[in-house]
């Protein structure tokens, strides 16, 4: 899979909520991961791939969706993603505990191929079944 060039330095977000451009994606909403607690964060990537996973593996039936964004606050790396699981920042992936704007959404990304997507959603279910839990500190 390709990643197209955005402009600039863009985050991405990935969901299955219907957004419109300008709004804010809050912390606060159940977690897609262990027992969906309301979480504290909200989760953005600088690689449209990690989004696109943020999509598929998003709770709901609603089809995925990949939205540009923009941050409002401060960002840390997000350590479910990071040095805590995984050396350096490979995915590009960060927290805030303050809203994202909603810039736009990217139409016509591509998902991953069955098998892979069925491979990460039975490994987060093994997850979910041994008890881990998103880091939330």
């Known amino acids: 899979m390709t990643n197209p060039v955005f402009p600039g330095?863009?985050?991405?977000?990935?969901?299955?909520?219907?957004?419109?451009?300008g709004d804010l994606i809050k912390p606060?909403?159940?977690?897609?991961?262990?027992?969906?607690?309301?979480a504290a964060y909200v989760y953005l990537s600088g690689t449209l791939n990690a989004a696109i996973w943020g999509a598929e593996l998003a709770?709901?039936?609603?089809?995925?969706?990949?939205?540009v964004v923009e941050t409002t606050g401060p960002i840390e790396d997000d350590p479910n993603l990071t040095d805590k699981k995984y050396p350096g920042n490979p995915t590009l992936s960060y927290r805030s505990r303050d809203p994202?704007?909603?810039m736009g959404e990217v139409i016509g990304w591509q998902g991953h191929?069955?098998?892979?997507?069925?491979?990460?959603?039975?490994?987060?279910?093994r997850l979910r079944q041994r008890g881990v839990e998103a880091i939330e500190d």
């Open 9 to 21: 330095r863009s985050f991405f977000h990935g969901t299955k909520a219907n957004l419109k451009q």
């Open 28 to 38: 606060g909403y159940n977690s897609n991961y262990g027992k969906r607690a309301a």
């Open 59 to 67: 709770f709901g039936e609603e089809p995925g969706r990949v939205y």
């Open 100 to 102: 994202l704007r909603v």
């Open 113 to 125: 191929s069955a098998d892979e997507l069925n491979d990460m959603k039975a490994n987060v279910e």
